[in-house]
């Protein structure tokens, strides 16, 4: 079955940097793309970006574009996430996604919490 | 790009049906077929739940449905039950381009 496991919560003062895996398993890691979204706790879900995992091609929603970056690994099928500078304004769960046929969300890892602060 | 708009809160009692509404623009909803739900329980990862607009994601129930209207979405629940108490996001692929969701319905169950 299709699984995304994320790293573990983090802790971080502000401006380190964090670098997010996401481990995927049960599809060929080549053939969808990955979705990252942001959800600081108790609000909504923010669309930040995709990864194209077959060239490395990335896109970023405007407010993610400066700190974030998508790489990926494809000989450990796993896709990661960096964010540097980071502020407290980053606290927030980070979810990896997996790109169905036409765009939408199909399978979601399981967030990764990540806190800054000093 | 701004955040789909949803009703903050939907309740309805056991057996009724409810509507969750997004609205967003021409640039998104209204320009594409491209919109998704996803259920959320607190604590947890969102859920799929339709996508396409109208169809279900594989093991929903058939009392969820989806439709669209000009640039307005909506998720129906038929026969609600307790377990549909939870978060629901849509989301629609936009111009820019790129994804953007809904800012969110709790959906009580009284």
């Known amino acids: 079955q299709v699984q995304l496991v994320q790293s573990g919560a983090e802790v971080k003062k502000p401006g380190a940097s964090v670098k997010l895996s996401c481990k995927t398993s049960?599809?060929?890691?080549?053939?969808?793309?990955i979705h990252w979204v942001r959800q600081v706790p108790g609000q909504g879900l923010e669309w930040m970006g995709w990864?194209?995992?077959?060239?490395?091609?990335?896109k970023y929603s405007q407010e993610f574009q400066d700190r974030f970056t998508f790489t990926r690994d494809t000989s450990a099928s796993t896709a990661y996430m960096e964010v540097s500078s980071l502020r407290s304004e980053d606290t927030a769960v980070y979810y990896c996604?997996?790109?169905?046929?036409?765009?939408?969300?199909?399978?979601w890892g399981q967030g990764t919490l990540v806190t800054v602060s000093s | 790009q701004s955040a789909l708009t949803q009703p903050a809160s939907v309740s309805g009692s056991p057996g009724q049906s409810i509507t969750i509404s997004c609205t967003g623009s021409s640039s998104d909803i209204g320009g594409y077929n491209y919109v998704s739900w996803y259920q959320q329980y607190p604590g947890k990862a969102p859920r799929l739940i339709m996508y396409d607009v109208t169809n279900r994601a594989s093991g929903v129930s058939d009392r969820f449905s989806g439709s669209k209207s000009g640039n307005t979405a909506s998720l129906t629940i038929t026969g609600l039950q307790s377990e549909d108490e939870a978060d629901y996001f849509c989301?629609?692929?936009?111009?820019?381009?790129?994804?953007?969701f809904g800012s969110g319905t709790k959906v009580t169950v009284l």
């Open positions: 049960g599809y060929p890691f080549t053939g969808s793309a």
């Open positions: 996604a997996k790109k169905g046929v036409s765009g939408y969300v199909d399978y």
């Open positions: 989301c629609s692929y936009t111009s820019s381009p790129g994804y953007v």
């Open positions: 990864l194209n995992v077959k060239n490395g091609d990335t």
